[in-house]
Structures are given as structure tokens and as C-alpha cells.
């Protein structure tokens, strides 16, 4: 009975446009009703909500989305792009090849899909479509690719998994991330390949060696900030906390050296913060007074039982796990999915031994598909709002992309080595 009320509740406050946060409060208490008094329901579901924020992991967030912030107004995307234009501009596609090693690096230093659709995307769309590139295409390489900074860290994602999860370490998560976002990243590249072939799109000439390390030099500092905020979490220098806030202080400085950011260009970038950290923040509470009542209910324990009760194959439940939050991206934004989901679904894979730092790097990759799609695809419409497209002409180029996508996805559940294999070699 617990379990319709908890879906059924959530499923209406959505479908009549209650926000996600407000929904899962809501839907928490109605369900925490069914078994205590109103009084104490309400004083519980309100004292979930304030201790869920009461830790020290979650003071990343707020710092690595500033971080972001300051990146995408700093400069950083246009030096990026000279970068890999050098690197991979000469292969067959080359725009779309740059597009996507530029967004996977931007990504990886944002920390946001969003951020970096708009920043690559920004500069790159028009380049693309004067190159004699489809426009539609150049669209679909760009929301797809923005997509594996959500995987390459740092990623406030993985973060908010590490929460939603009970304290998976987010070191390990970090390094988990790294093969399967670069596995991702060159299936796009080989679509993109096949694609321009056909298409017989444009090559650039070659570049000097010389030229390859000038943008390189261009580039280092920017790339500098992976090297200082994963290697001091992995050499256990600081946590992923203080890792966040060295973050911010190390791209004010580089925004500033660049010269794209002033004093007076602050009061925005933190306003802007504050409104994507509030958003995020809420969700975190709310989901968090969540999972306390699915824990006081038991329903984990009786979703583990029903899947288990299907199949007590590994594989199988993985399949079906992946099409349910296949389907669940469609529809909801990744932070409250992430939010909802892992507390329910983590019981089960580990009860059939699937170590939760490959179940986190599964569900993550797994939900970026969801990025991408309509009608909730917040990446998708960037994208498309960037480039002022419209997404019929985006869906056919994005159709090959998508099963790029899901390769690696199936490649990363079939073989776990994918993702433990870094945090092992680190001593996680």
C-alpha cells in the first residue's frame, strides 16, 4: 500500500506541474501518514529535510557549480576548441570531431552538460554550418558530447550519487568516471567519422606539430585544474569538499589572467549561482526526507525482493534496471532521479554483488541518454536554442548518436573492469 501512495502521489503532483522538489516532500509525507499520526509525520518529514543537508560532502556542490559558472564566462571554451581543432581538425568531420573533444573537456572542467552545450556550442555552431556541416548535426554532436563532462569528472553528479547513496566515496567515483567518459566520447567520434563520410563534409589541413603545442600551452592552464583538484583528492591532500572551493579560487584567478571576468562581472556569476545551487540544494533536502521514509517503510527491501523474485541473474536485473531508468530519463531531470532511484535500486545490485561505485557510474551514464532526449532533454534544448534550430531537424542525425551512446552504456554494465579499474589501481 506504501508503495502505490509513495508512486501514485508523486506521479499526479507531476503530472499537474508541482516542481520536483515540492513533489517529493509531498509524496514522502503522504506516504509516512499512512503509518504514524500527523503531528509527528509532519515534525519527522520537516527534521529529514534539515539534517539532510547537515554534511560535509554536500559543501561541494555549491562550490563546483560556482566553479562552472565562472568557467563558462571565463574564457575557457574558445581555448579549448583551438586545442583539439589542432589535436583531431584533420580527420574526416573534423568540426564535429573538435566539437566533440571540446566538450568533453569543457565538460570535465565545468562540471556541467549544460554549461558546456552552450559554451562549445556557442562557438561552434556557426563555424560548423559555414563549413558546409548539416546544422541538424552539428546540434546532435554537440548535446551528445556535452553530455560526457557529467561522467569525466569532477561531477556535482557523482557527488550527489556519493549522498544519495550513503557515502560511496567520491574519489573513487571521480576516478571511475574517467574510461567510460572517454569510451563514450570516441563511439560519438566514430559515428561522427561514418557520418561525414557519407556526407562527404570538410577536412582541415593538418597541424604543425608546433601549432598542436602552442594551443596546448593556450590551453594548459585550464586543463591544470583536473590535474590539482583530482590528484589532491586522490594523493589525499583534501577532500572532494575542499577540493571544490580551491576549484573556485583557482578559476577566479585564470578568469582574471584571461581578462574575461572583472569585479563588476561577480554579482551575476554568484546570482546565477545561487539560483542553480538553491534548485539542487531543495532537491537534495526533499529527497533526502525521501529516502528516510522508503527506509522506514521498507520499500527498497520490497522493490529488492519483487526484482530478485523476477530473476537472480545479474545480467538480467542490470537490463532491466538500465531500460526502467532509460525510460525514467525520458521524462525527469537527472538530479532528482539520481535522488530517487539510487536509494531504491542500490539494495538490489548489491545484493547481487555489483560494487556501488560501478552501479553509480551505470546509473549516471545511463541517465545522460535522458539529457538528450524530449520532452524533458534540458541539454537537448540548449542546444537547440544555441544553434536556433529546430529538433526536427535535429532528431535523424541524432538517431546513430544515441545508439553510440548506448553501446557504451551496455560495454560499461557487461564489463565492470571499465569502471573499478582506476579506483583499484588508486587503492579504492
Same mark, same amino acid.
Given at each position: 500500500m506504501e508503495i502505490s501512495?509513495? +508512486?501514485?502521489?508523486?506521479?499526479?503532483?507531476?503530472?499537474?506541474?508541482?516542481?520536483?522538489?515540492?513533489?517529493?516532500?509531498?509524496?514522502?509525507?503522504?506516504?509516512?501518514?499512512? &503509518?504514524?499520526?500527523?503531528?509527528?509525520?509532519?515534525?519527522?518529514?520537516?527534521?529529514?529535510?534539515?539534517?539532510?543537508?547537515? !554534511?560535509?560532502s554536500i559543501l561541494a556542490i555549491p562550490f563546483f557549480i560556482l566553479a562552472g559558472h565562472i568557467m563558462n564566462k571565463g574564457g575557457i571554451a574558445e581555448r579549448l576548441i583551438d586545442f583539439a581543432k589542432a589535436l583531431v581538425g584533420s580527420l574526416p568531420g573534423g568540426l564535429a570531431h573538435v566539437n566533440i573533444v571540446a566538450a568533453m573537456l569543457f565538460g570535465a572542467i565545468a562540471g556541467s552538460a549544460g554549461a558546456a552545450a552552450a559554451a562549445i556550442g556557442g562557438f561552434m555552431s556557426d563555424k560548423m554550418e559555414e563549413s558546409g556541416y548539416d546544422k541538424g548535426f552539428g546540434v546532435a554532436v554537440n548535446v551528445t558530447s556535452a553530455t560526457t563532462g557529467l561522467v569525466i569528472p569532477p561531477s556535482n553528479i557523482f557527488i550527489i550519487y556519493s549522498v544519495a547513496s550513503g557515502g560511496v566515496s567520491i574519489g573513487a567515483l571521480f576516478l571511475a568516471g574517467y574510461l567510460p567518459g572517454i569510451l563514450t566520447g570516441l563511439l560519438l567520434m566514430m559515428v561522427a567519422y561514418i557520418w561525414a563520410k557519407r556526407k562527404g563534409y570538410p577536412t582541415a589541413d593538418r597541424s604543425s606539430l608546433k601549432n598542436v603545442l602552442r594551443t596546448f600551452v593556450r590551453a594548459l592552464p585550464s586543463l591544470f585544474l583536473l590535474i590539482v583538484v583530482i590528484g589532491g583528492i586522490v594523493a589525499g591532500i583534501f577532500?572532494?569538499?575542499?577540493?571544490?572551493?580551491?576549484?573556485?579560487?583557482?578559476?577566479? +584567478?585564470? #578568469? #582574471? +589572467?584571461?581578462?574575461?571576468? &572583472?569585479?563588476?562581472?561577480?554579482?551575476?556569476?554568484?546570482?546565477?549561482?545561487?539560483?542553480?545551487? #538553491?534548485?539542487?540544494?531543495?532537491?537534495?533536502?526533499? &529527497?533526502?526526507?525521501? &529516502?528516510?521514509?522508503? !527506509?522506514?517503510?521498507?520499500?527498497?527491501?520490497?522493490?529488492?525482493?519483487?526484482?530478485?523474485?523476477?530473476?537472480?541473474?545479474?545480467?538480467?536485473?542490470?537490463?532491466l534496471i538500465n531500460?526502467?531508468?532509460?525510460?525514467?530519463?525520458?521524462?525527469?531531470?537527472?538530479?532528482?532521479?539520481?535522488?530517487?532511484?539510487?536509494?531504491?535500486?542500490?539494495?538490489?545490485?548489491?545484493?547481487?554483488?555489483?560494487?556501488?561505485?560501478?552501479?553509480?557510474?551505470?546509473? +549516471?551514464?545511463?541517465?545522460c541518454i535522458g539529457l538528450c532526449t524530449p520532452p524533458v532533454g534540458a541539454v537537448l534544448f540548449i542546444g537547440i536554442g544555441v544553434a536556433r534550430t529546430t529538433i526536427q531537424k535535429v532528431v535523424r542525425p541524432l538517431l546513430p548518436l544515441f545508439l553510440a551512446m548506448i553501446i557504451s552504456l551496455i560495454l560499461v554494465s557487461l564489463f565492470p573492469e571499465l569502471s573499478l579499474w582506476l579506483p583499484r589501481l588508486f587503492g579504492f
Open positions: 501512495i509513495l +508512486v501514485l502521489s508523486f506521479l499526479i503532483l507531476i503530472s499537474i506541474r508541482v516542481p520536483v522538489a515540492w513533489s517529493l516532500g509531498i509524496s514522502a509525507l503522504l506516504t509516512l501518514l499512512v &503509518s504514524v499520526d500527523t503531528y509527528p509525520a509532519l515534525t519527522t518529514i520537516a527534521q529529514r529535510i534539515v539534517t539532510g543537508l547537515d !554534511s560535509f577532500t572532494a569538499t575542499e577540493a571544490s572551493s580551491i576549484a573556485v579560487l583557482y578559476c577566479l +584567478v585564470l #578568469a #582574471a +589572467v584571461y581578462g574575461e571576468v &572583472s569585479f563588476k562581472n561577480i554579482r551575476p556569476i554568484l546570482v546565477e549561482s545561487s539560483s542553480t545551487i #538553491a534548485i539542487v540544494m531543495l532537491l537534495i533536502a526533499m &529527497s533526502m526526507a525521501m &529516502s528516510w521514509v522508503l !527506509s522506514y517503510e521498507n520499500i527498497p527491501q520490497a522493490v529488492t525482493e519483487a526484482l530478485l523474485g523476477l530473476s537472480d541473474n545479474k545480467i538480467m536485473v542490470l537490463i531500460i526502467i531508468l532509460l525510460i525514467v530519463g525520458i521524462f525527469m531531470d537527472m538530479t532528482p532521479a539520481v535522488l530517487i532511484f539510487t536509494p531504491i535500486f542500490l539494495p538490489v545490485t548489491t545484493a547481487l554483488g555489483i560494487d556501488p561505485v560501478h552501479f553509480g557510474i551505470i546509473m +549516471v551514464l545511463n541517465l
